[in-house]
């Protein structure tokens, strides 16, 4: 089914205040949910008071924190040092909870999905942390550039099968993927181009872990990709891929499902103005992005409460929601075992997300992970316990708990029952915060719970 | 207030359970009973708590900046509210009050006949025990009030003695003596003690006594346990099983099962001081208790020494042992449980391959003499060998052969051999190569294997590869295998001087704790970086977090631990030196 009934025009036109749609906690929450990874009291403060257009121009063009940045490079280095691909899904988790740039890290999250490699194919750490540096670089850039960069990969080539490449056996793998999953979409080339295609990139070669020109193995003949013609040497071909109309309509379509909403798939007509957009300013990925998430639509109810929470969003949201940290190695190892392990996605075609992510089994899994979190004996919230958080935050009796953690947690209020629910489960007898506990893992279970 | 006087209960209790007392001239071991199991005493508790005040060891704990954190804690605070509480009510510092009470020693048991356990306190005076009680009952009774419980203690008389009866501890005082039990029958027991001097109690018992006569001197606490009835008694039957299913733990206290199995009794000393840390287990021994599969752990005739421990430089670790490792391998089905002893042919086979078709056990450990020393060092890189980012300490094995002349060149080409399987199977991975070498001394020749450095290699953050140049060494009748060439060659320059005598002891293990400290802090990112993962700290949190342990580890010089026997007693004591202020 398609969003026909979405309005174009109205859709992408700037989200205005008003009485309808004021811009309150509950949108500023909606905002930092979508655009990051949940936000605390503080920061939804903060973000009314800026405003959506400062709030999104700090997010999509965020003031890089150097400090930050060296000391997070040098926290990789030493994971690596291990060699253990499996740190690095700790060393993610741990940045995700503690970035000062929540938009893009969810962003390089979109493109981790997007141009999907897994370390379980690929095996060495560094290369796969240098395909994460490379998503982070151009997380909010120019995408051209990125699916160059991408083309050379050493994690993505070993991960295809494309670490040899000869003009007398060309590898139609990276070919097929760049067009199909990577850049057009099904139906948008033919089994010809694939061909073609792989004859361009024949004599790209991964050696001791670099990328490497084989001159001697590439195929220097006429190739016909797309309708162009001529030798397509040194990417070329790879910029035909990227002048096709459907390649900025299919980034769209699925930033639009990434942001957005899930459900129903977007309308043609509803993505063409962003796409036409995003190649008139030359593939800018921030563009597209600060223009999705400052529109009519995004503050809509075709978009509020229309995702479904990824394991991603699940539990790195509630932590950073709830100033949290804890033990990142099983961290990484929950978020595994909910579907969504980071440098470990099932295929080429990365998460397939929405609907898929829910069913009655990772249902209970989604709880089970929750409650195992916030009752580890490492985790700690803003450097205490639950009860002292929420005193923190003035919400001393059950009800006021219940209310703050609504507010901070969900996109759309649950029945008056559970709140009731909540409220008593607090109030029972025992340890203050072992009964917040009991109510957030009860709250994890319910559906409002499961969407943002 | 509850949690006042709920800390402050605590407070008392903890007073109680960490105390020693006085005089009528009766022990605590004259008043258990003869079927005790187990029995610790600490006789001068006084002297410890001094002890505990003055050392050097807690100057230093309470500077590091997590105790400094802990200090300001909520619960802290809360704990010492209370014990200024108990202050008062007794009029006088938990420190007074702790040796008053506890001046004629303190002393636990546990008897066999009534599964009870009783904690028995002698005081200075016949006045402190009670006082001590009465605040104990009266806190109890305070908290439950405020907690709007019930009457939390019952009591009850026995032969004229009030007894007391808090959850489930059962206490009273006689005289100068207080007492904690679990179980009536254990209290009643020993109130018939205080009351009739029994002419059957734990301090008659003749194995006990026996015990206490080869106890030494001045130490600060003692312990015995009557293994005799625990065996017996069908408990830990593991231990007195004989087989293992951890080679590791049999060779390196495989023999002391044997004792375990016919020994009537161990006993334990610990003697503290400003500077060391002693904990000495003794126990009776007997040759004829050996299995012959376990002669190769003390030896034929139960002499067999340890060689003189090898000194290197910036060492860590120094094992020395008498082990006959040929008897061992062979002797493996009787020493192991099944899927043990599987996975010893299996090793059997591969190493046999590898040694060109011999028999590993008898061919080549049987070339070896029943010895061997192990040393760990830590590598510093000053000789301009490649940085790992992850620096590992080196460490290398120490054997005396035979016959050089004729399993050297055995050794050699062995070798040989694994490197070059090695470098194909690393290649096939993408791991760097290791490139061979011989070098040759007056006293000894060195084979080494170094890899080789990648030209686009970032200095100071190569895989942890870099940490091994394995290499073999001959030196006389010594041969050394070791993960790094340095070190294998300062071990071939040492043994190549000649062999200093043997210890008088089966086993001797030295670890040089700063050692430990250097090549913790050599590691410190990684370190931290764990920590930030592991406990979800900030790397301030995590920075101050290995701080700490480093802080701590730089109090301790060294640790030793020896094991030996002789004199018809096996003895195993742990040592630790601290270093001077």
């Not at chain 1, 503080?42 to 997010?59: F, N, R, S, T, W």
């Not at chain 2, 200024?84 to 303190?106: C, D, F, H, P």
């Amino acid at each position: 089914m398609k969003t026909t009934a979405i309005d174009p025009t109205w859709a992408w036109l700037p989200y205005r205040a008003s009485e309808e749609q004021p811009w309150n906690r509950g949108r500023a929450a909606h905002l930092l949910r979508r655009a990051g990874f949940g936000a605390t009291s503080q920061e939804i403060d903060a973000a009314v008071e800026k405003g959506p257009e400062e709030i999104v121009a700090d997010l999509v063009s965020p003031r890089l924190d150097a400090a930050f940045e060296l000391e997070s490079d040098a926290f990789a280095k030493t994971i690596l040092a291990s060699g253990d691909p499996k740190n690095l899904s700790a060393w993610w988790s741990y940045v995700m909870l503690r970035t000062p740039h929540p938009l893009l890290e969810k962003t390089t999250l979109f493109w981790h999905g997007h141009f999907a490699t897994s370390a379980a194919k690929v095996e060495d750490a560094e290369t796969m942390y240098n395909q994460n540096r490379l998503f982070r670089q151009f997380a909010l850039g120019d995408f051209g550039k990125l699916t160059h960069a991408i083309s050379r990969d050493p994690a993505m080539l070993t991960y295809l099968d494309s670490i040899t490449n000869r003009k007398a056996h060309p590898n139609e793998n990276y070919a097929r993927e760049l067009m199909e999953l990577f850049c057009l979409g099904e139906g948008n080339y033919s089994e010809n181009d694939i061909q073609e295609l792989a004859r361009c990139f024949t004599g790209w070669e991964i050696r001791r872990g670099k990328f490497r020109f084989n001159q001697f193995q590439h195929d220097p003949g006429m190739k016909s990709v797309l309708g162009h013609s001529g030798p397509l040497p040194e990417g070329k071909s790879i910029d035909v891929v990227l002048d096709q109309p459907a390649a900025p309509q299919f980034i769209v379509s699925k930033l639009i499902r990434y942001f957005m909403f899930d459900e129903p798939a977007a309308s043609d007509e509803l993505v063409e103005p962003l796409a036409n957009e995003l190649r008139e300013h030359e593939w800018d990925i921030s563009h597209v992005v600060r223009r999705m998430l400052t529109s009519q639509l995004f503050y809509s109810e075709h978009v509020i409460g229309r995702k479904v929470r990824s394991p991603v969003d699940l539990v790195v949201g509630l932590l950073r929601t709830l100033e949290g940290s804890t033990n990142a190695y099983q961290l990484g190892d929950d978020l595994n075992q909910l579907g969504q392990g980071l440098f470990y996605p099932p295929n080429v075609k990365g998460w397939d997300g929405g609907r898929a992510w829910i069913n009655s089994s990772t249902l209970l899994g989604r709880a089970n992970v929750i409650g195992r979190i916030i009752r580890d004996e490492n985790t700690r919230f803003a450097s205490g316990n639950l009860n002292e958080y929420f005193n923190r935050l003035d919400a001393n009796s059950a009800p006021a708990i219940v209310d703050k953690l609504l507010e901070l947690t969900l996109a759309v209020q649950p029945p008056q029952t559970v709140k009731e629910q909540l409220v008593e489960v607090i109030n029972r007898n025992g340890d203050r915060s072992e009964r917040i506990a009991e109510a957030i893992h009860a709250l994890s279970t319910i559906p409002e719970f499961q969407v943002m | 207030m509850v949690a006042f006087r709920n800390a402050g209960l605590s407070v008392l209790l903890v007073l109680l359970l960490s105390a020693t007392g006085l005089a009528d001239d009766r022990t605590a071991a004259d008043l258990l009973p003869p079927t005790t199991i187990l029995y610790a005493e600490i006789p001068e508790p006084g002297m410890v708590l001094e002890l505990f005040e003055s050392h050097p060891l807690r100057q230093r704990i309470e500077k590091l900046q997590g105790v400094r954190d802990a200090y300001e804690t909520k619960q802290f605070l809360q704990f010492k509210a209370a014990l200024a509480i108990v202050e008062a009510k007794l009029g006088q510092s938990w420190q007074r009050v702790l040796q008053s009470v506890t001046e004629g020693g303190i002393a636990i048991g546990f008897d066999a006949e009534t599964q009870g356990a009783t904690l028995l306190v002698k005081a200075r005076d016949e006045e402190a025990a009670p006082k001590l009680l009465d605040t104990i009952i009266e806190l109890a009774r305070a908290a439950a009030k405020d907690a709007g419980n019930s009457d939390p203690v019952n009591s009850g008389e026995y032969r004229g003695i009030t007894a007391y009866q808090i959850d489930q501890a059962k206490i009273a005082t006689w005289g100068r003596w207080l007492a904690v039990t679990n179980k009536p029958e254990s209290g009643k027991a020993v109130l018939d003690a205080l009351l009739d001097t029994p002419e059957n109690t734990l301090a008659t018992n003749a194995q006990f006594q026996d015990a206490r006569s080869k106890a030494a001197g001045a130490a600060t606490a003692w312990g015995y346990v009557n293994v005799e009835a625990i065996r017996k008694g069908g408990i830990a039957k593991d231990v007195f099983s004989g087989k293992t299913d951890n080679p590791v733990a049999e060779l390196l206290v495989g023999g002391v099962l044997d004792t375990l199995q016919h020994t009537p009794y161990v006993t334990a000393s610990l003697t503290l001081d400003q500077q060391h840390t002693r904990l000495e287990f003794a126990s009776p021994h007997q040759q004829d208790w050996t299995t012959e599969a376990r002669e190769y752990f003390f030896g034929p005739d139960g002499n067999g020494r340890a060689p003189a421990p090898i000194q290197v430089s910036n060492q860590l670790l120094a094992l020395s042992t008498y082990r006959d490792l040929s008897t061992m391998w062979l002797r493996a089905g009787d020493l192991f449980k099944d899927n043990i002893v599987d996975q010893f042919a299996q090793a059997e086979s591969v190493l046999s391959t590898l040694f060109s078709g011999k028999d590993f056990g008898e061919e080549i450990l049987g070339e070896v003499h029943p010895e061997f020393q192990f040393v760990v060092a830590r590598q510093t890189c000053e000789d301009g060998t490649p940085q790992p980012a992850i620096k590992l300490p080196a460490f290398a094995a120490v054997f005396r052969l035979k016959d050089p002349e004729t399993v050297g060149p055995e050794f050699r080409r062995t070798y040989q051999s694994l490197i070059g399987f090695l470098n194909i199977t690393g290649s096939m991975n993408g791991q760097p190569q290791l490139d061979l070498d011989i070098e040759k001394e007056d006293t000894f020749q060195l084979v080494s294997a170094t890899y080789l450095v990648e030209k686009d290699a970032s200095p100071g953050g190569l895989k942890i590869n870099y940490n091994f140049s394995p290499a073999i060494a001959f030196a006389g009748e010594h041969f050394v295998v070791s993960s790094s060439t340095a070190l294998a060659r300062e071990l071939a320059r040492s043994v190549g001087k000649g062999s200093k005598p043997s210890t008088d002891l089966n086993s001797t293990i030295k670890l040089n704790v700063s050692g430990v400290s250097d090549i913790l802090a050599d590691n410190r990112p990684q370190l931290v970086a764990q920590n930030m993962l592991s406990e979800g700290h900030s790397k301030e949190e995590a920075e101050r977090t290995i701080g700490d342990l480093l802080e701590l580890l730089a109090a301790a010089e060294s640790v030793s631990i020896d094991l030996g026997a002789s004199d018809g007693t096996v003895r195993a004591s742990l040592e630790i030196d601290y270093v001077a202020d």
